[in-house]
C-alpha cells in the first residue's frame, strides 16, 4: 500500500497522518508539496490532512483548493482514487468541488476541540467496512470552521445515496443534519472533520480511528 | 480601475459571526439592532481601462475563488 500526504504551507496534520498510514500499511507515505504538479505513481490512496492552509486566509482552504496538486488530486479521483481528507482537507476538498457543499464557522462561533461520538451511518465503503453500521466511535475534532452545509437537493441526495459517512451523536457544531464526514458519489472519497489519525494508538486518548485505517488497507488489499 | 467585491454569505444561510455581534450591540445598550450580517469587501486595483471587460473578469475571480457560492452570494461594483 503506498499512500502520499499531501503537505501546503500551514499543514499541520500532515506528519500524523503520514505515522497513520505507516502504522496500517507498512510503508513511508510519499509526502507532496503543494506546488508539485502531479502525485507519484503508484499511489493508492491520498490523504489531505488537517491543519491551517495557507492561514485559512479568505476562506478555510480556498487557496489549497487552487493549488496545483490540488488539481491533480482532483484528477486522481476522477479517475477512481482513493482520497481521505481530514479536517482542513475535508475544507480543501469542498472548496475544490471534488465534495458537494461547504464548511461554515462553527454555529457557536468557538473553536471545539475534544473527542466526539461519531454514529457509523454507512459501512458500505472502503473507508468504513470493517466498522458497524449503527455503532458509536469516539474520534477527536478540532476546528473553528465544521459546520457543513449544503442545499436541499445536495443534502437529499447525500442522505438517498447512503453518502453520509459519520453523524456526530449529539450538535456539536450545527452541522446540518449532524454530519461529519461524507463520501463521494462513487465512495471512494471521504472528508470527514473528525481526526482518525488522532485516534489510533493506545497512548491517543482512544483507538478508534484504528478501523477507518485498517479498512482502508483491506479495501486495497482485496481490489 | 477600482474594483470592489462585496461578499455575502447568502439569505437563509446562518451568520454565527453576526449574530454575535448583534448579541454583543444588545449587550452594549444599542437598542433596535434586528439582525446582524458579516461579509466581507475585496478591493481590487485594475490595469484594464474596459469597465466591461474588468467586470466580467471580475465575476469569473468571484466564481472561482473570492466567494464560495455554496453558501456565499457576491456584488462588484466598478469605479
Known amino acids: 500500500m503506498r499512500a ?8 499541520n496534520c500532515d506528519r500524523d497522518l503520514a ?43 480556498a487557496i489549497a483548493a487552487q493549488a496545483p496538486i490540488t488539481r491533480a488530486v482532483a484528477d486522481f479521483a476522477a479517475k477512481g482514487g482513493m482520497v481521505l481528507g481530514i479536517c482542513n482537507g475535508f475544507q480543501v476538498l469542498t472548496e475544490s ?3 458537494p457543499g461547504a464548511l461554515m464557522r462553527n454555529a457557536g462561533i468557538k473553536f471545539v ?6 454514529d457509523v451511518v454507512t459501512t458500505d465503503s472502503p473507508f468504513t467496512a470493517d466498522l458497524e453500521a449503527g455503532s458509536q466511535i469516539e474520534i477527536p475534532v478540532s476546528h473553528h470552521d465544521g459546520n457543513y452545509f449544503a442545499d436541499t437537493e445536495v ?5 438517498g445515496e447512503d453518502r453520509v459517512a459519520f453523524r456526530y451523536a449529539t450538535d ?11 463520501l463521494s458519489e462513487n465512495r471512494r472519497v471521504l472528508g470527514m472533520m473528525p481526526h482518525p ?3 489510533i494508538d493506545p497512548l491517543h486518548s482512544g483507538t478508534d480511528g484504528a478501523a477507518i485505517f485498517s479498512s482502508i488497507m483491506s479495501s486495497l488489499a482485496t481490489a | 480601475m477600482k474594483a470592489t467585491v462585496h461578499v455575502m454569505l447568502k439569505q437563509g444561510v446562518l451568520d454565527p459571526q453576526g449574530e454575535a455581534v448583534r448579541h454583543a450591540l444588545g449587550t452594549l445598550g444599542f437598542d433596535g439592532v434586528e439582525g446582524v450580517r458579516q461579509g466581507k469587501i475585496i478591493e481590487l486595483d ?22 464560495n457560492t455554496v453558501i456565499e452570494s457576491y456584488r462588484i461594483e466598478i469605479a
Not at chain 1, 172 to 181: E, F, L, P
Not at chain 2, 47 to 65: F, I, N, P, S, Y
Open chain 2, 46 to 67: 485594475l490595469t484594464g481601462e474596459d469597465r466591461d471587460a474588468a467586470h466580467d473578469q471580475v465575476t469569473r475571480m468571484c466564481e472561482k475563488l473570492l466567494a
Open chain 1, 19 to 61: 505515522v497513520a498510514f505507516e502504522a496500517f500499511g507498512g510503508q513511508k507515505p510519499a509526502m507532496v508539496w503543494h506546488k508539485d504538479t502531479e502525485l507519484p505513481a503508484g499511489i493508492d490512496i491520498v490523504g489531505v490532512p488537517g491543519g491551517f492552509s495557507h492561514g485559512d486566509y479568505l476562506r478555510c482552504g
Open chain 1, 97 to 99: 468541488g471534488i465534495l
Open chain 1, 197 to 199: 489519525e488522532r485516534a
Open chain 1, 113 to 118: 476541540c475534544k473527542p466526539v461520538p461519531l
Open chain 1, 4 to 11: 502520499a500526504v499531501i503537505v501546503f504551507p500551514g499543514s
Open chain 1, 172 to 182: 456539536i457544531n450545527g452541522s446540518m443534519d449532524r454530519i461529519a464526514g461524507i
Open chain 1, 155 to 159: 443534502l437529499a441526495r447525500l442522505k
